[in-house]
């Protein structure tokens, strides 16, 4: 008897650390994210490589060397270093967000049918993808598919359709956000790239609304400033099963959550995704502004800025900085990751 009670007694004591040790790893202490933001920012920000988008040619004039790094958790705490409080265009970081506006909007099946969730495996502004993949399908997380999902936005006039698609990603960043207009300028300006692809999708029945209005809609959506705060704020959102920690608003069923996170774990860096999930092992989407915003589902969300990129247009301070951070704590959705 005494040796069946020693034998459960000492069985407890094990499940009882293992559970500690997992509580640990599930959920890092304040001290931890703070120390790992630190560690990431001191360890980074001195790199030199990559060069701000200049296709854009406002983008050129943003300086090279800022950098920022932020964990926001699931309830809204925030762990910060260096530059928090530069407004930065958000580019295509905003895709997964609208993305996320249709299903809450439409429902999932609608963003997978009308737009697509394959990876293109190709640049972001590829139209030889519109060529290749079968009903035009590609994914919401490119410039042809964010394209579409502005047009799909329900709408009836293109102040309304801005409105709601401005609206969606203030209340995830959870406060009012404007559009940076003389990025919107210089963008609009030089967009021949997105026009072409906004006329091809619109010639294959895969764009729902007039061409110009959804690429002036498009191109305003990617001009919003946000800073590195307000971006980790936005990952923490998917983080939280879609409830904005700071306002408590839904923006996204959590039974949607999960798919849109598969979006960004396949698509988020266009021609680099595997790269990427092989490396960090986290969903995320990257903009030619500088920015980046992984999600850590359930836990929380780290938001890097800073503007110099590689050839696929991801930043490299912050790519580093990410890969980082999911190592040093251990939250790579498929294990540890060796690989810096
Ligand atoms: O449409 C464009 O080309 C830009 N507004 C956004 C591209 C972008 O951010 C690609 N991301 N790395």
């Known amino acids: 008897m005494k040796l069946i009670l020693r034998s459960s007694f000492t069985v407890l004591i094990a499940l009882g650390t293992?559970?500690?040790?997992?509580?640990?790893?599930?959920?890092p202490s304040p001290d931890q994210l703070q120390q790992v933001v630190d560690a990431a920012y001191a360890r980074f920000k001195d790199v030199t490589d990559g060069k701000n988008a200049d296709y854009i040619p406002i983008l050129a004039t943003v300086p090279s060397d800022m950098f920022g790094v932020v964990i926001a958790t699931k309830d809204g705490k925030i762990y910060s270093a260096g530059e928090l409080d530069y407004v930065f265009s958000i580019q295509s970081v905003s895709k997964p967000f609208t993305a996320s506006l249709i299903m809450h909007?439409?429902?999932?099946?609608?963003l997978r049918e009308k737009i697509g969730v394959e990876p293109t495996g190709l640049p972001f502004n590829s139209k030889l993808a519109l060529e290749l993949y079968p009903e035009r399908s590609v994914n919401p997380l490119v410039n042809a598919g964010a394209i579409a999902a502005v047009s799909l936005v329900e709408a009836s006039s293109e102040e309304e359709r801005w409105r709601k698609v401005l609206g969606n990603i203030s209340d995830y960043a959870g406060r009012p956000l404007n559009?940076?207009?003389?990025?919107?300028?210089?963008?609009?300006?030089?967009?021949?790239?997105n026009r072409g692809i906004a006329n091809l999708l619109y010639?294959?029945?895969?764009l729902y609304s007039d061409p110009e209005e959804a690429l002036r809609v498009y191109t305003k959506q990617c001009s919003i400033g946000i800073n590195t705060v307000d971006l980790a704020m936005m990952g923490a959102t998917l983080?939280?099963?879609?409830v904005n920690p700071k306002t408590g608003k839904r923006l996204l069923d959590a039974e949607d959550v999960p798919e849109l996170l598969a979006i960004m774990a396949t698509a988020?860096?266009?021609?680099?995704?595997?790269?990427?999930?092989?490396?960090a092992g986290l969903p995320a989407k990257t903009g030619v502004g500088g920015g980046i915003v992984a999600v850590v589902p359930g836990k929380f969300a780290i938001a890097t800025f800073s503007p110099p990129l590689n050839e696929a247009g991801n930043s490299v301070r912050g790519m580093k900085a990410i890969r980082y951070i999911a190592g040093e704590l251990g939250v790579g959705l498929y294990g540890p990751n060796h690989e810096e």
Not at 203 to 206: P, S
Request: with cysteine; net charge negative.
């Open 179 to 193: 559009v940076l207009e003389e990025v919107y300028n210089s963008e609009y300006e030089s967009a021949w790239s």
């Open 239 to 242: 983080a939280n099963s879609g």
């Open 203 to 206: 010639n294959y029945g895969r």
């Open 105 to 110: 909007e439409q429902g999932a099946k609608t």
């Open 18 to 27: 293992l559970c500690a040790q997992w509580a640990q790893a599930a959920s």
């Open 268 to 279: 988020g860096f266009y021609d680099e995704s595997g790269e990427w999930m092989y490396s």
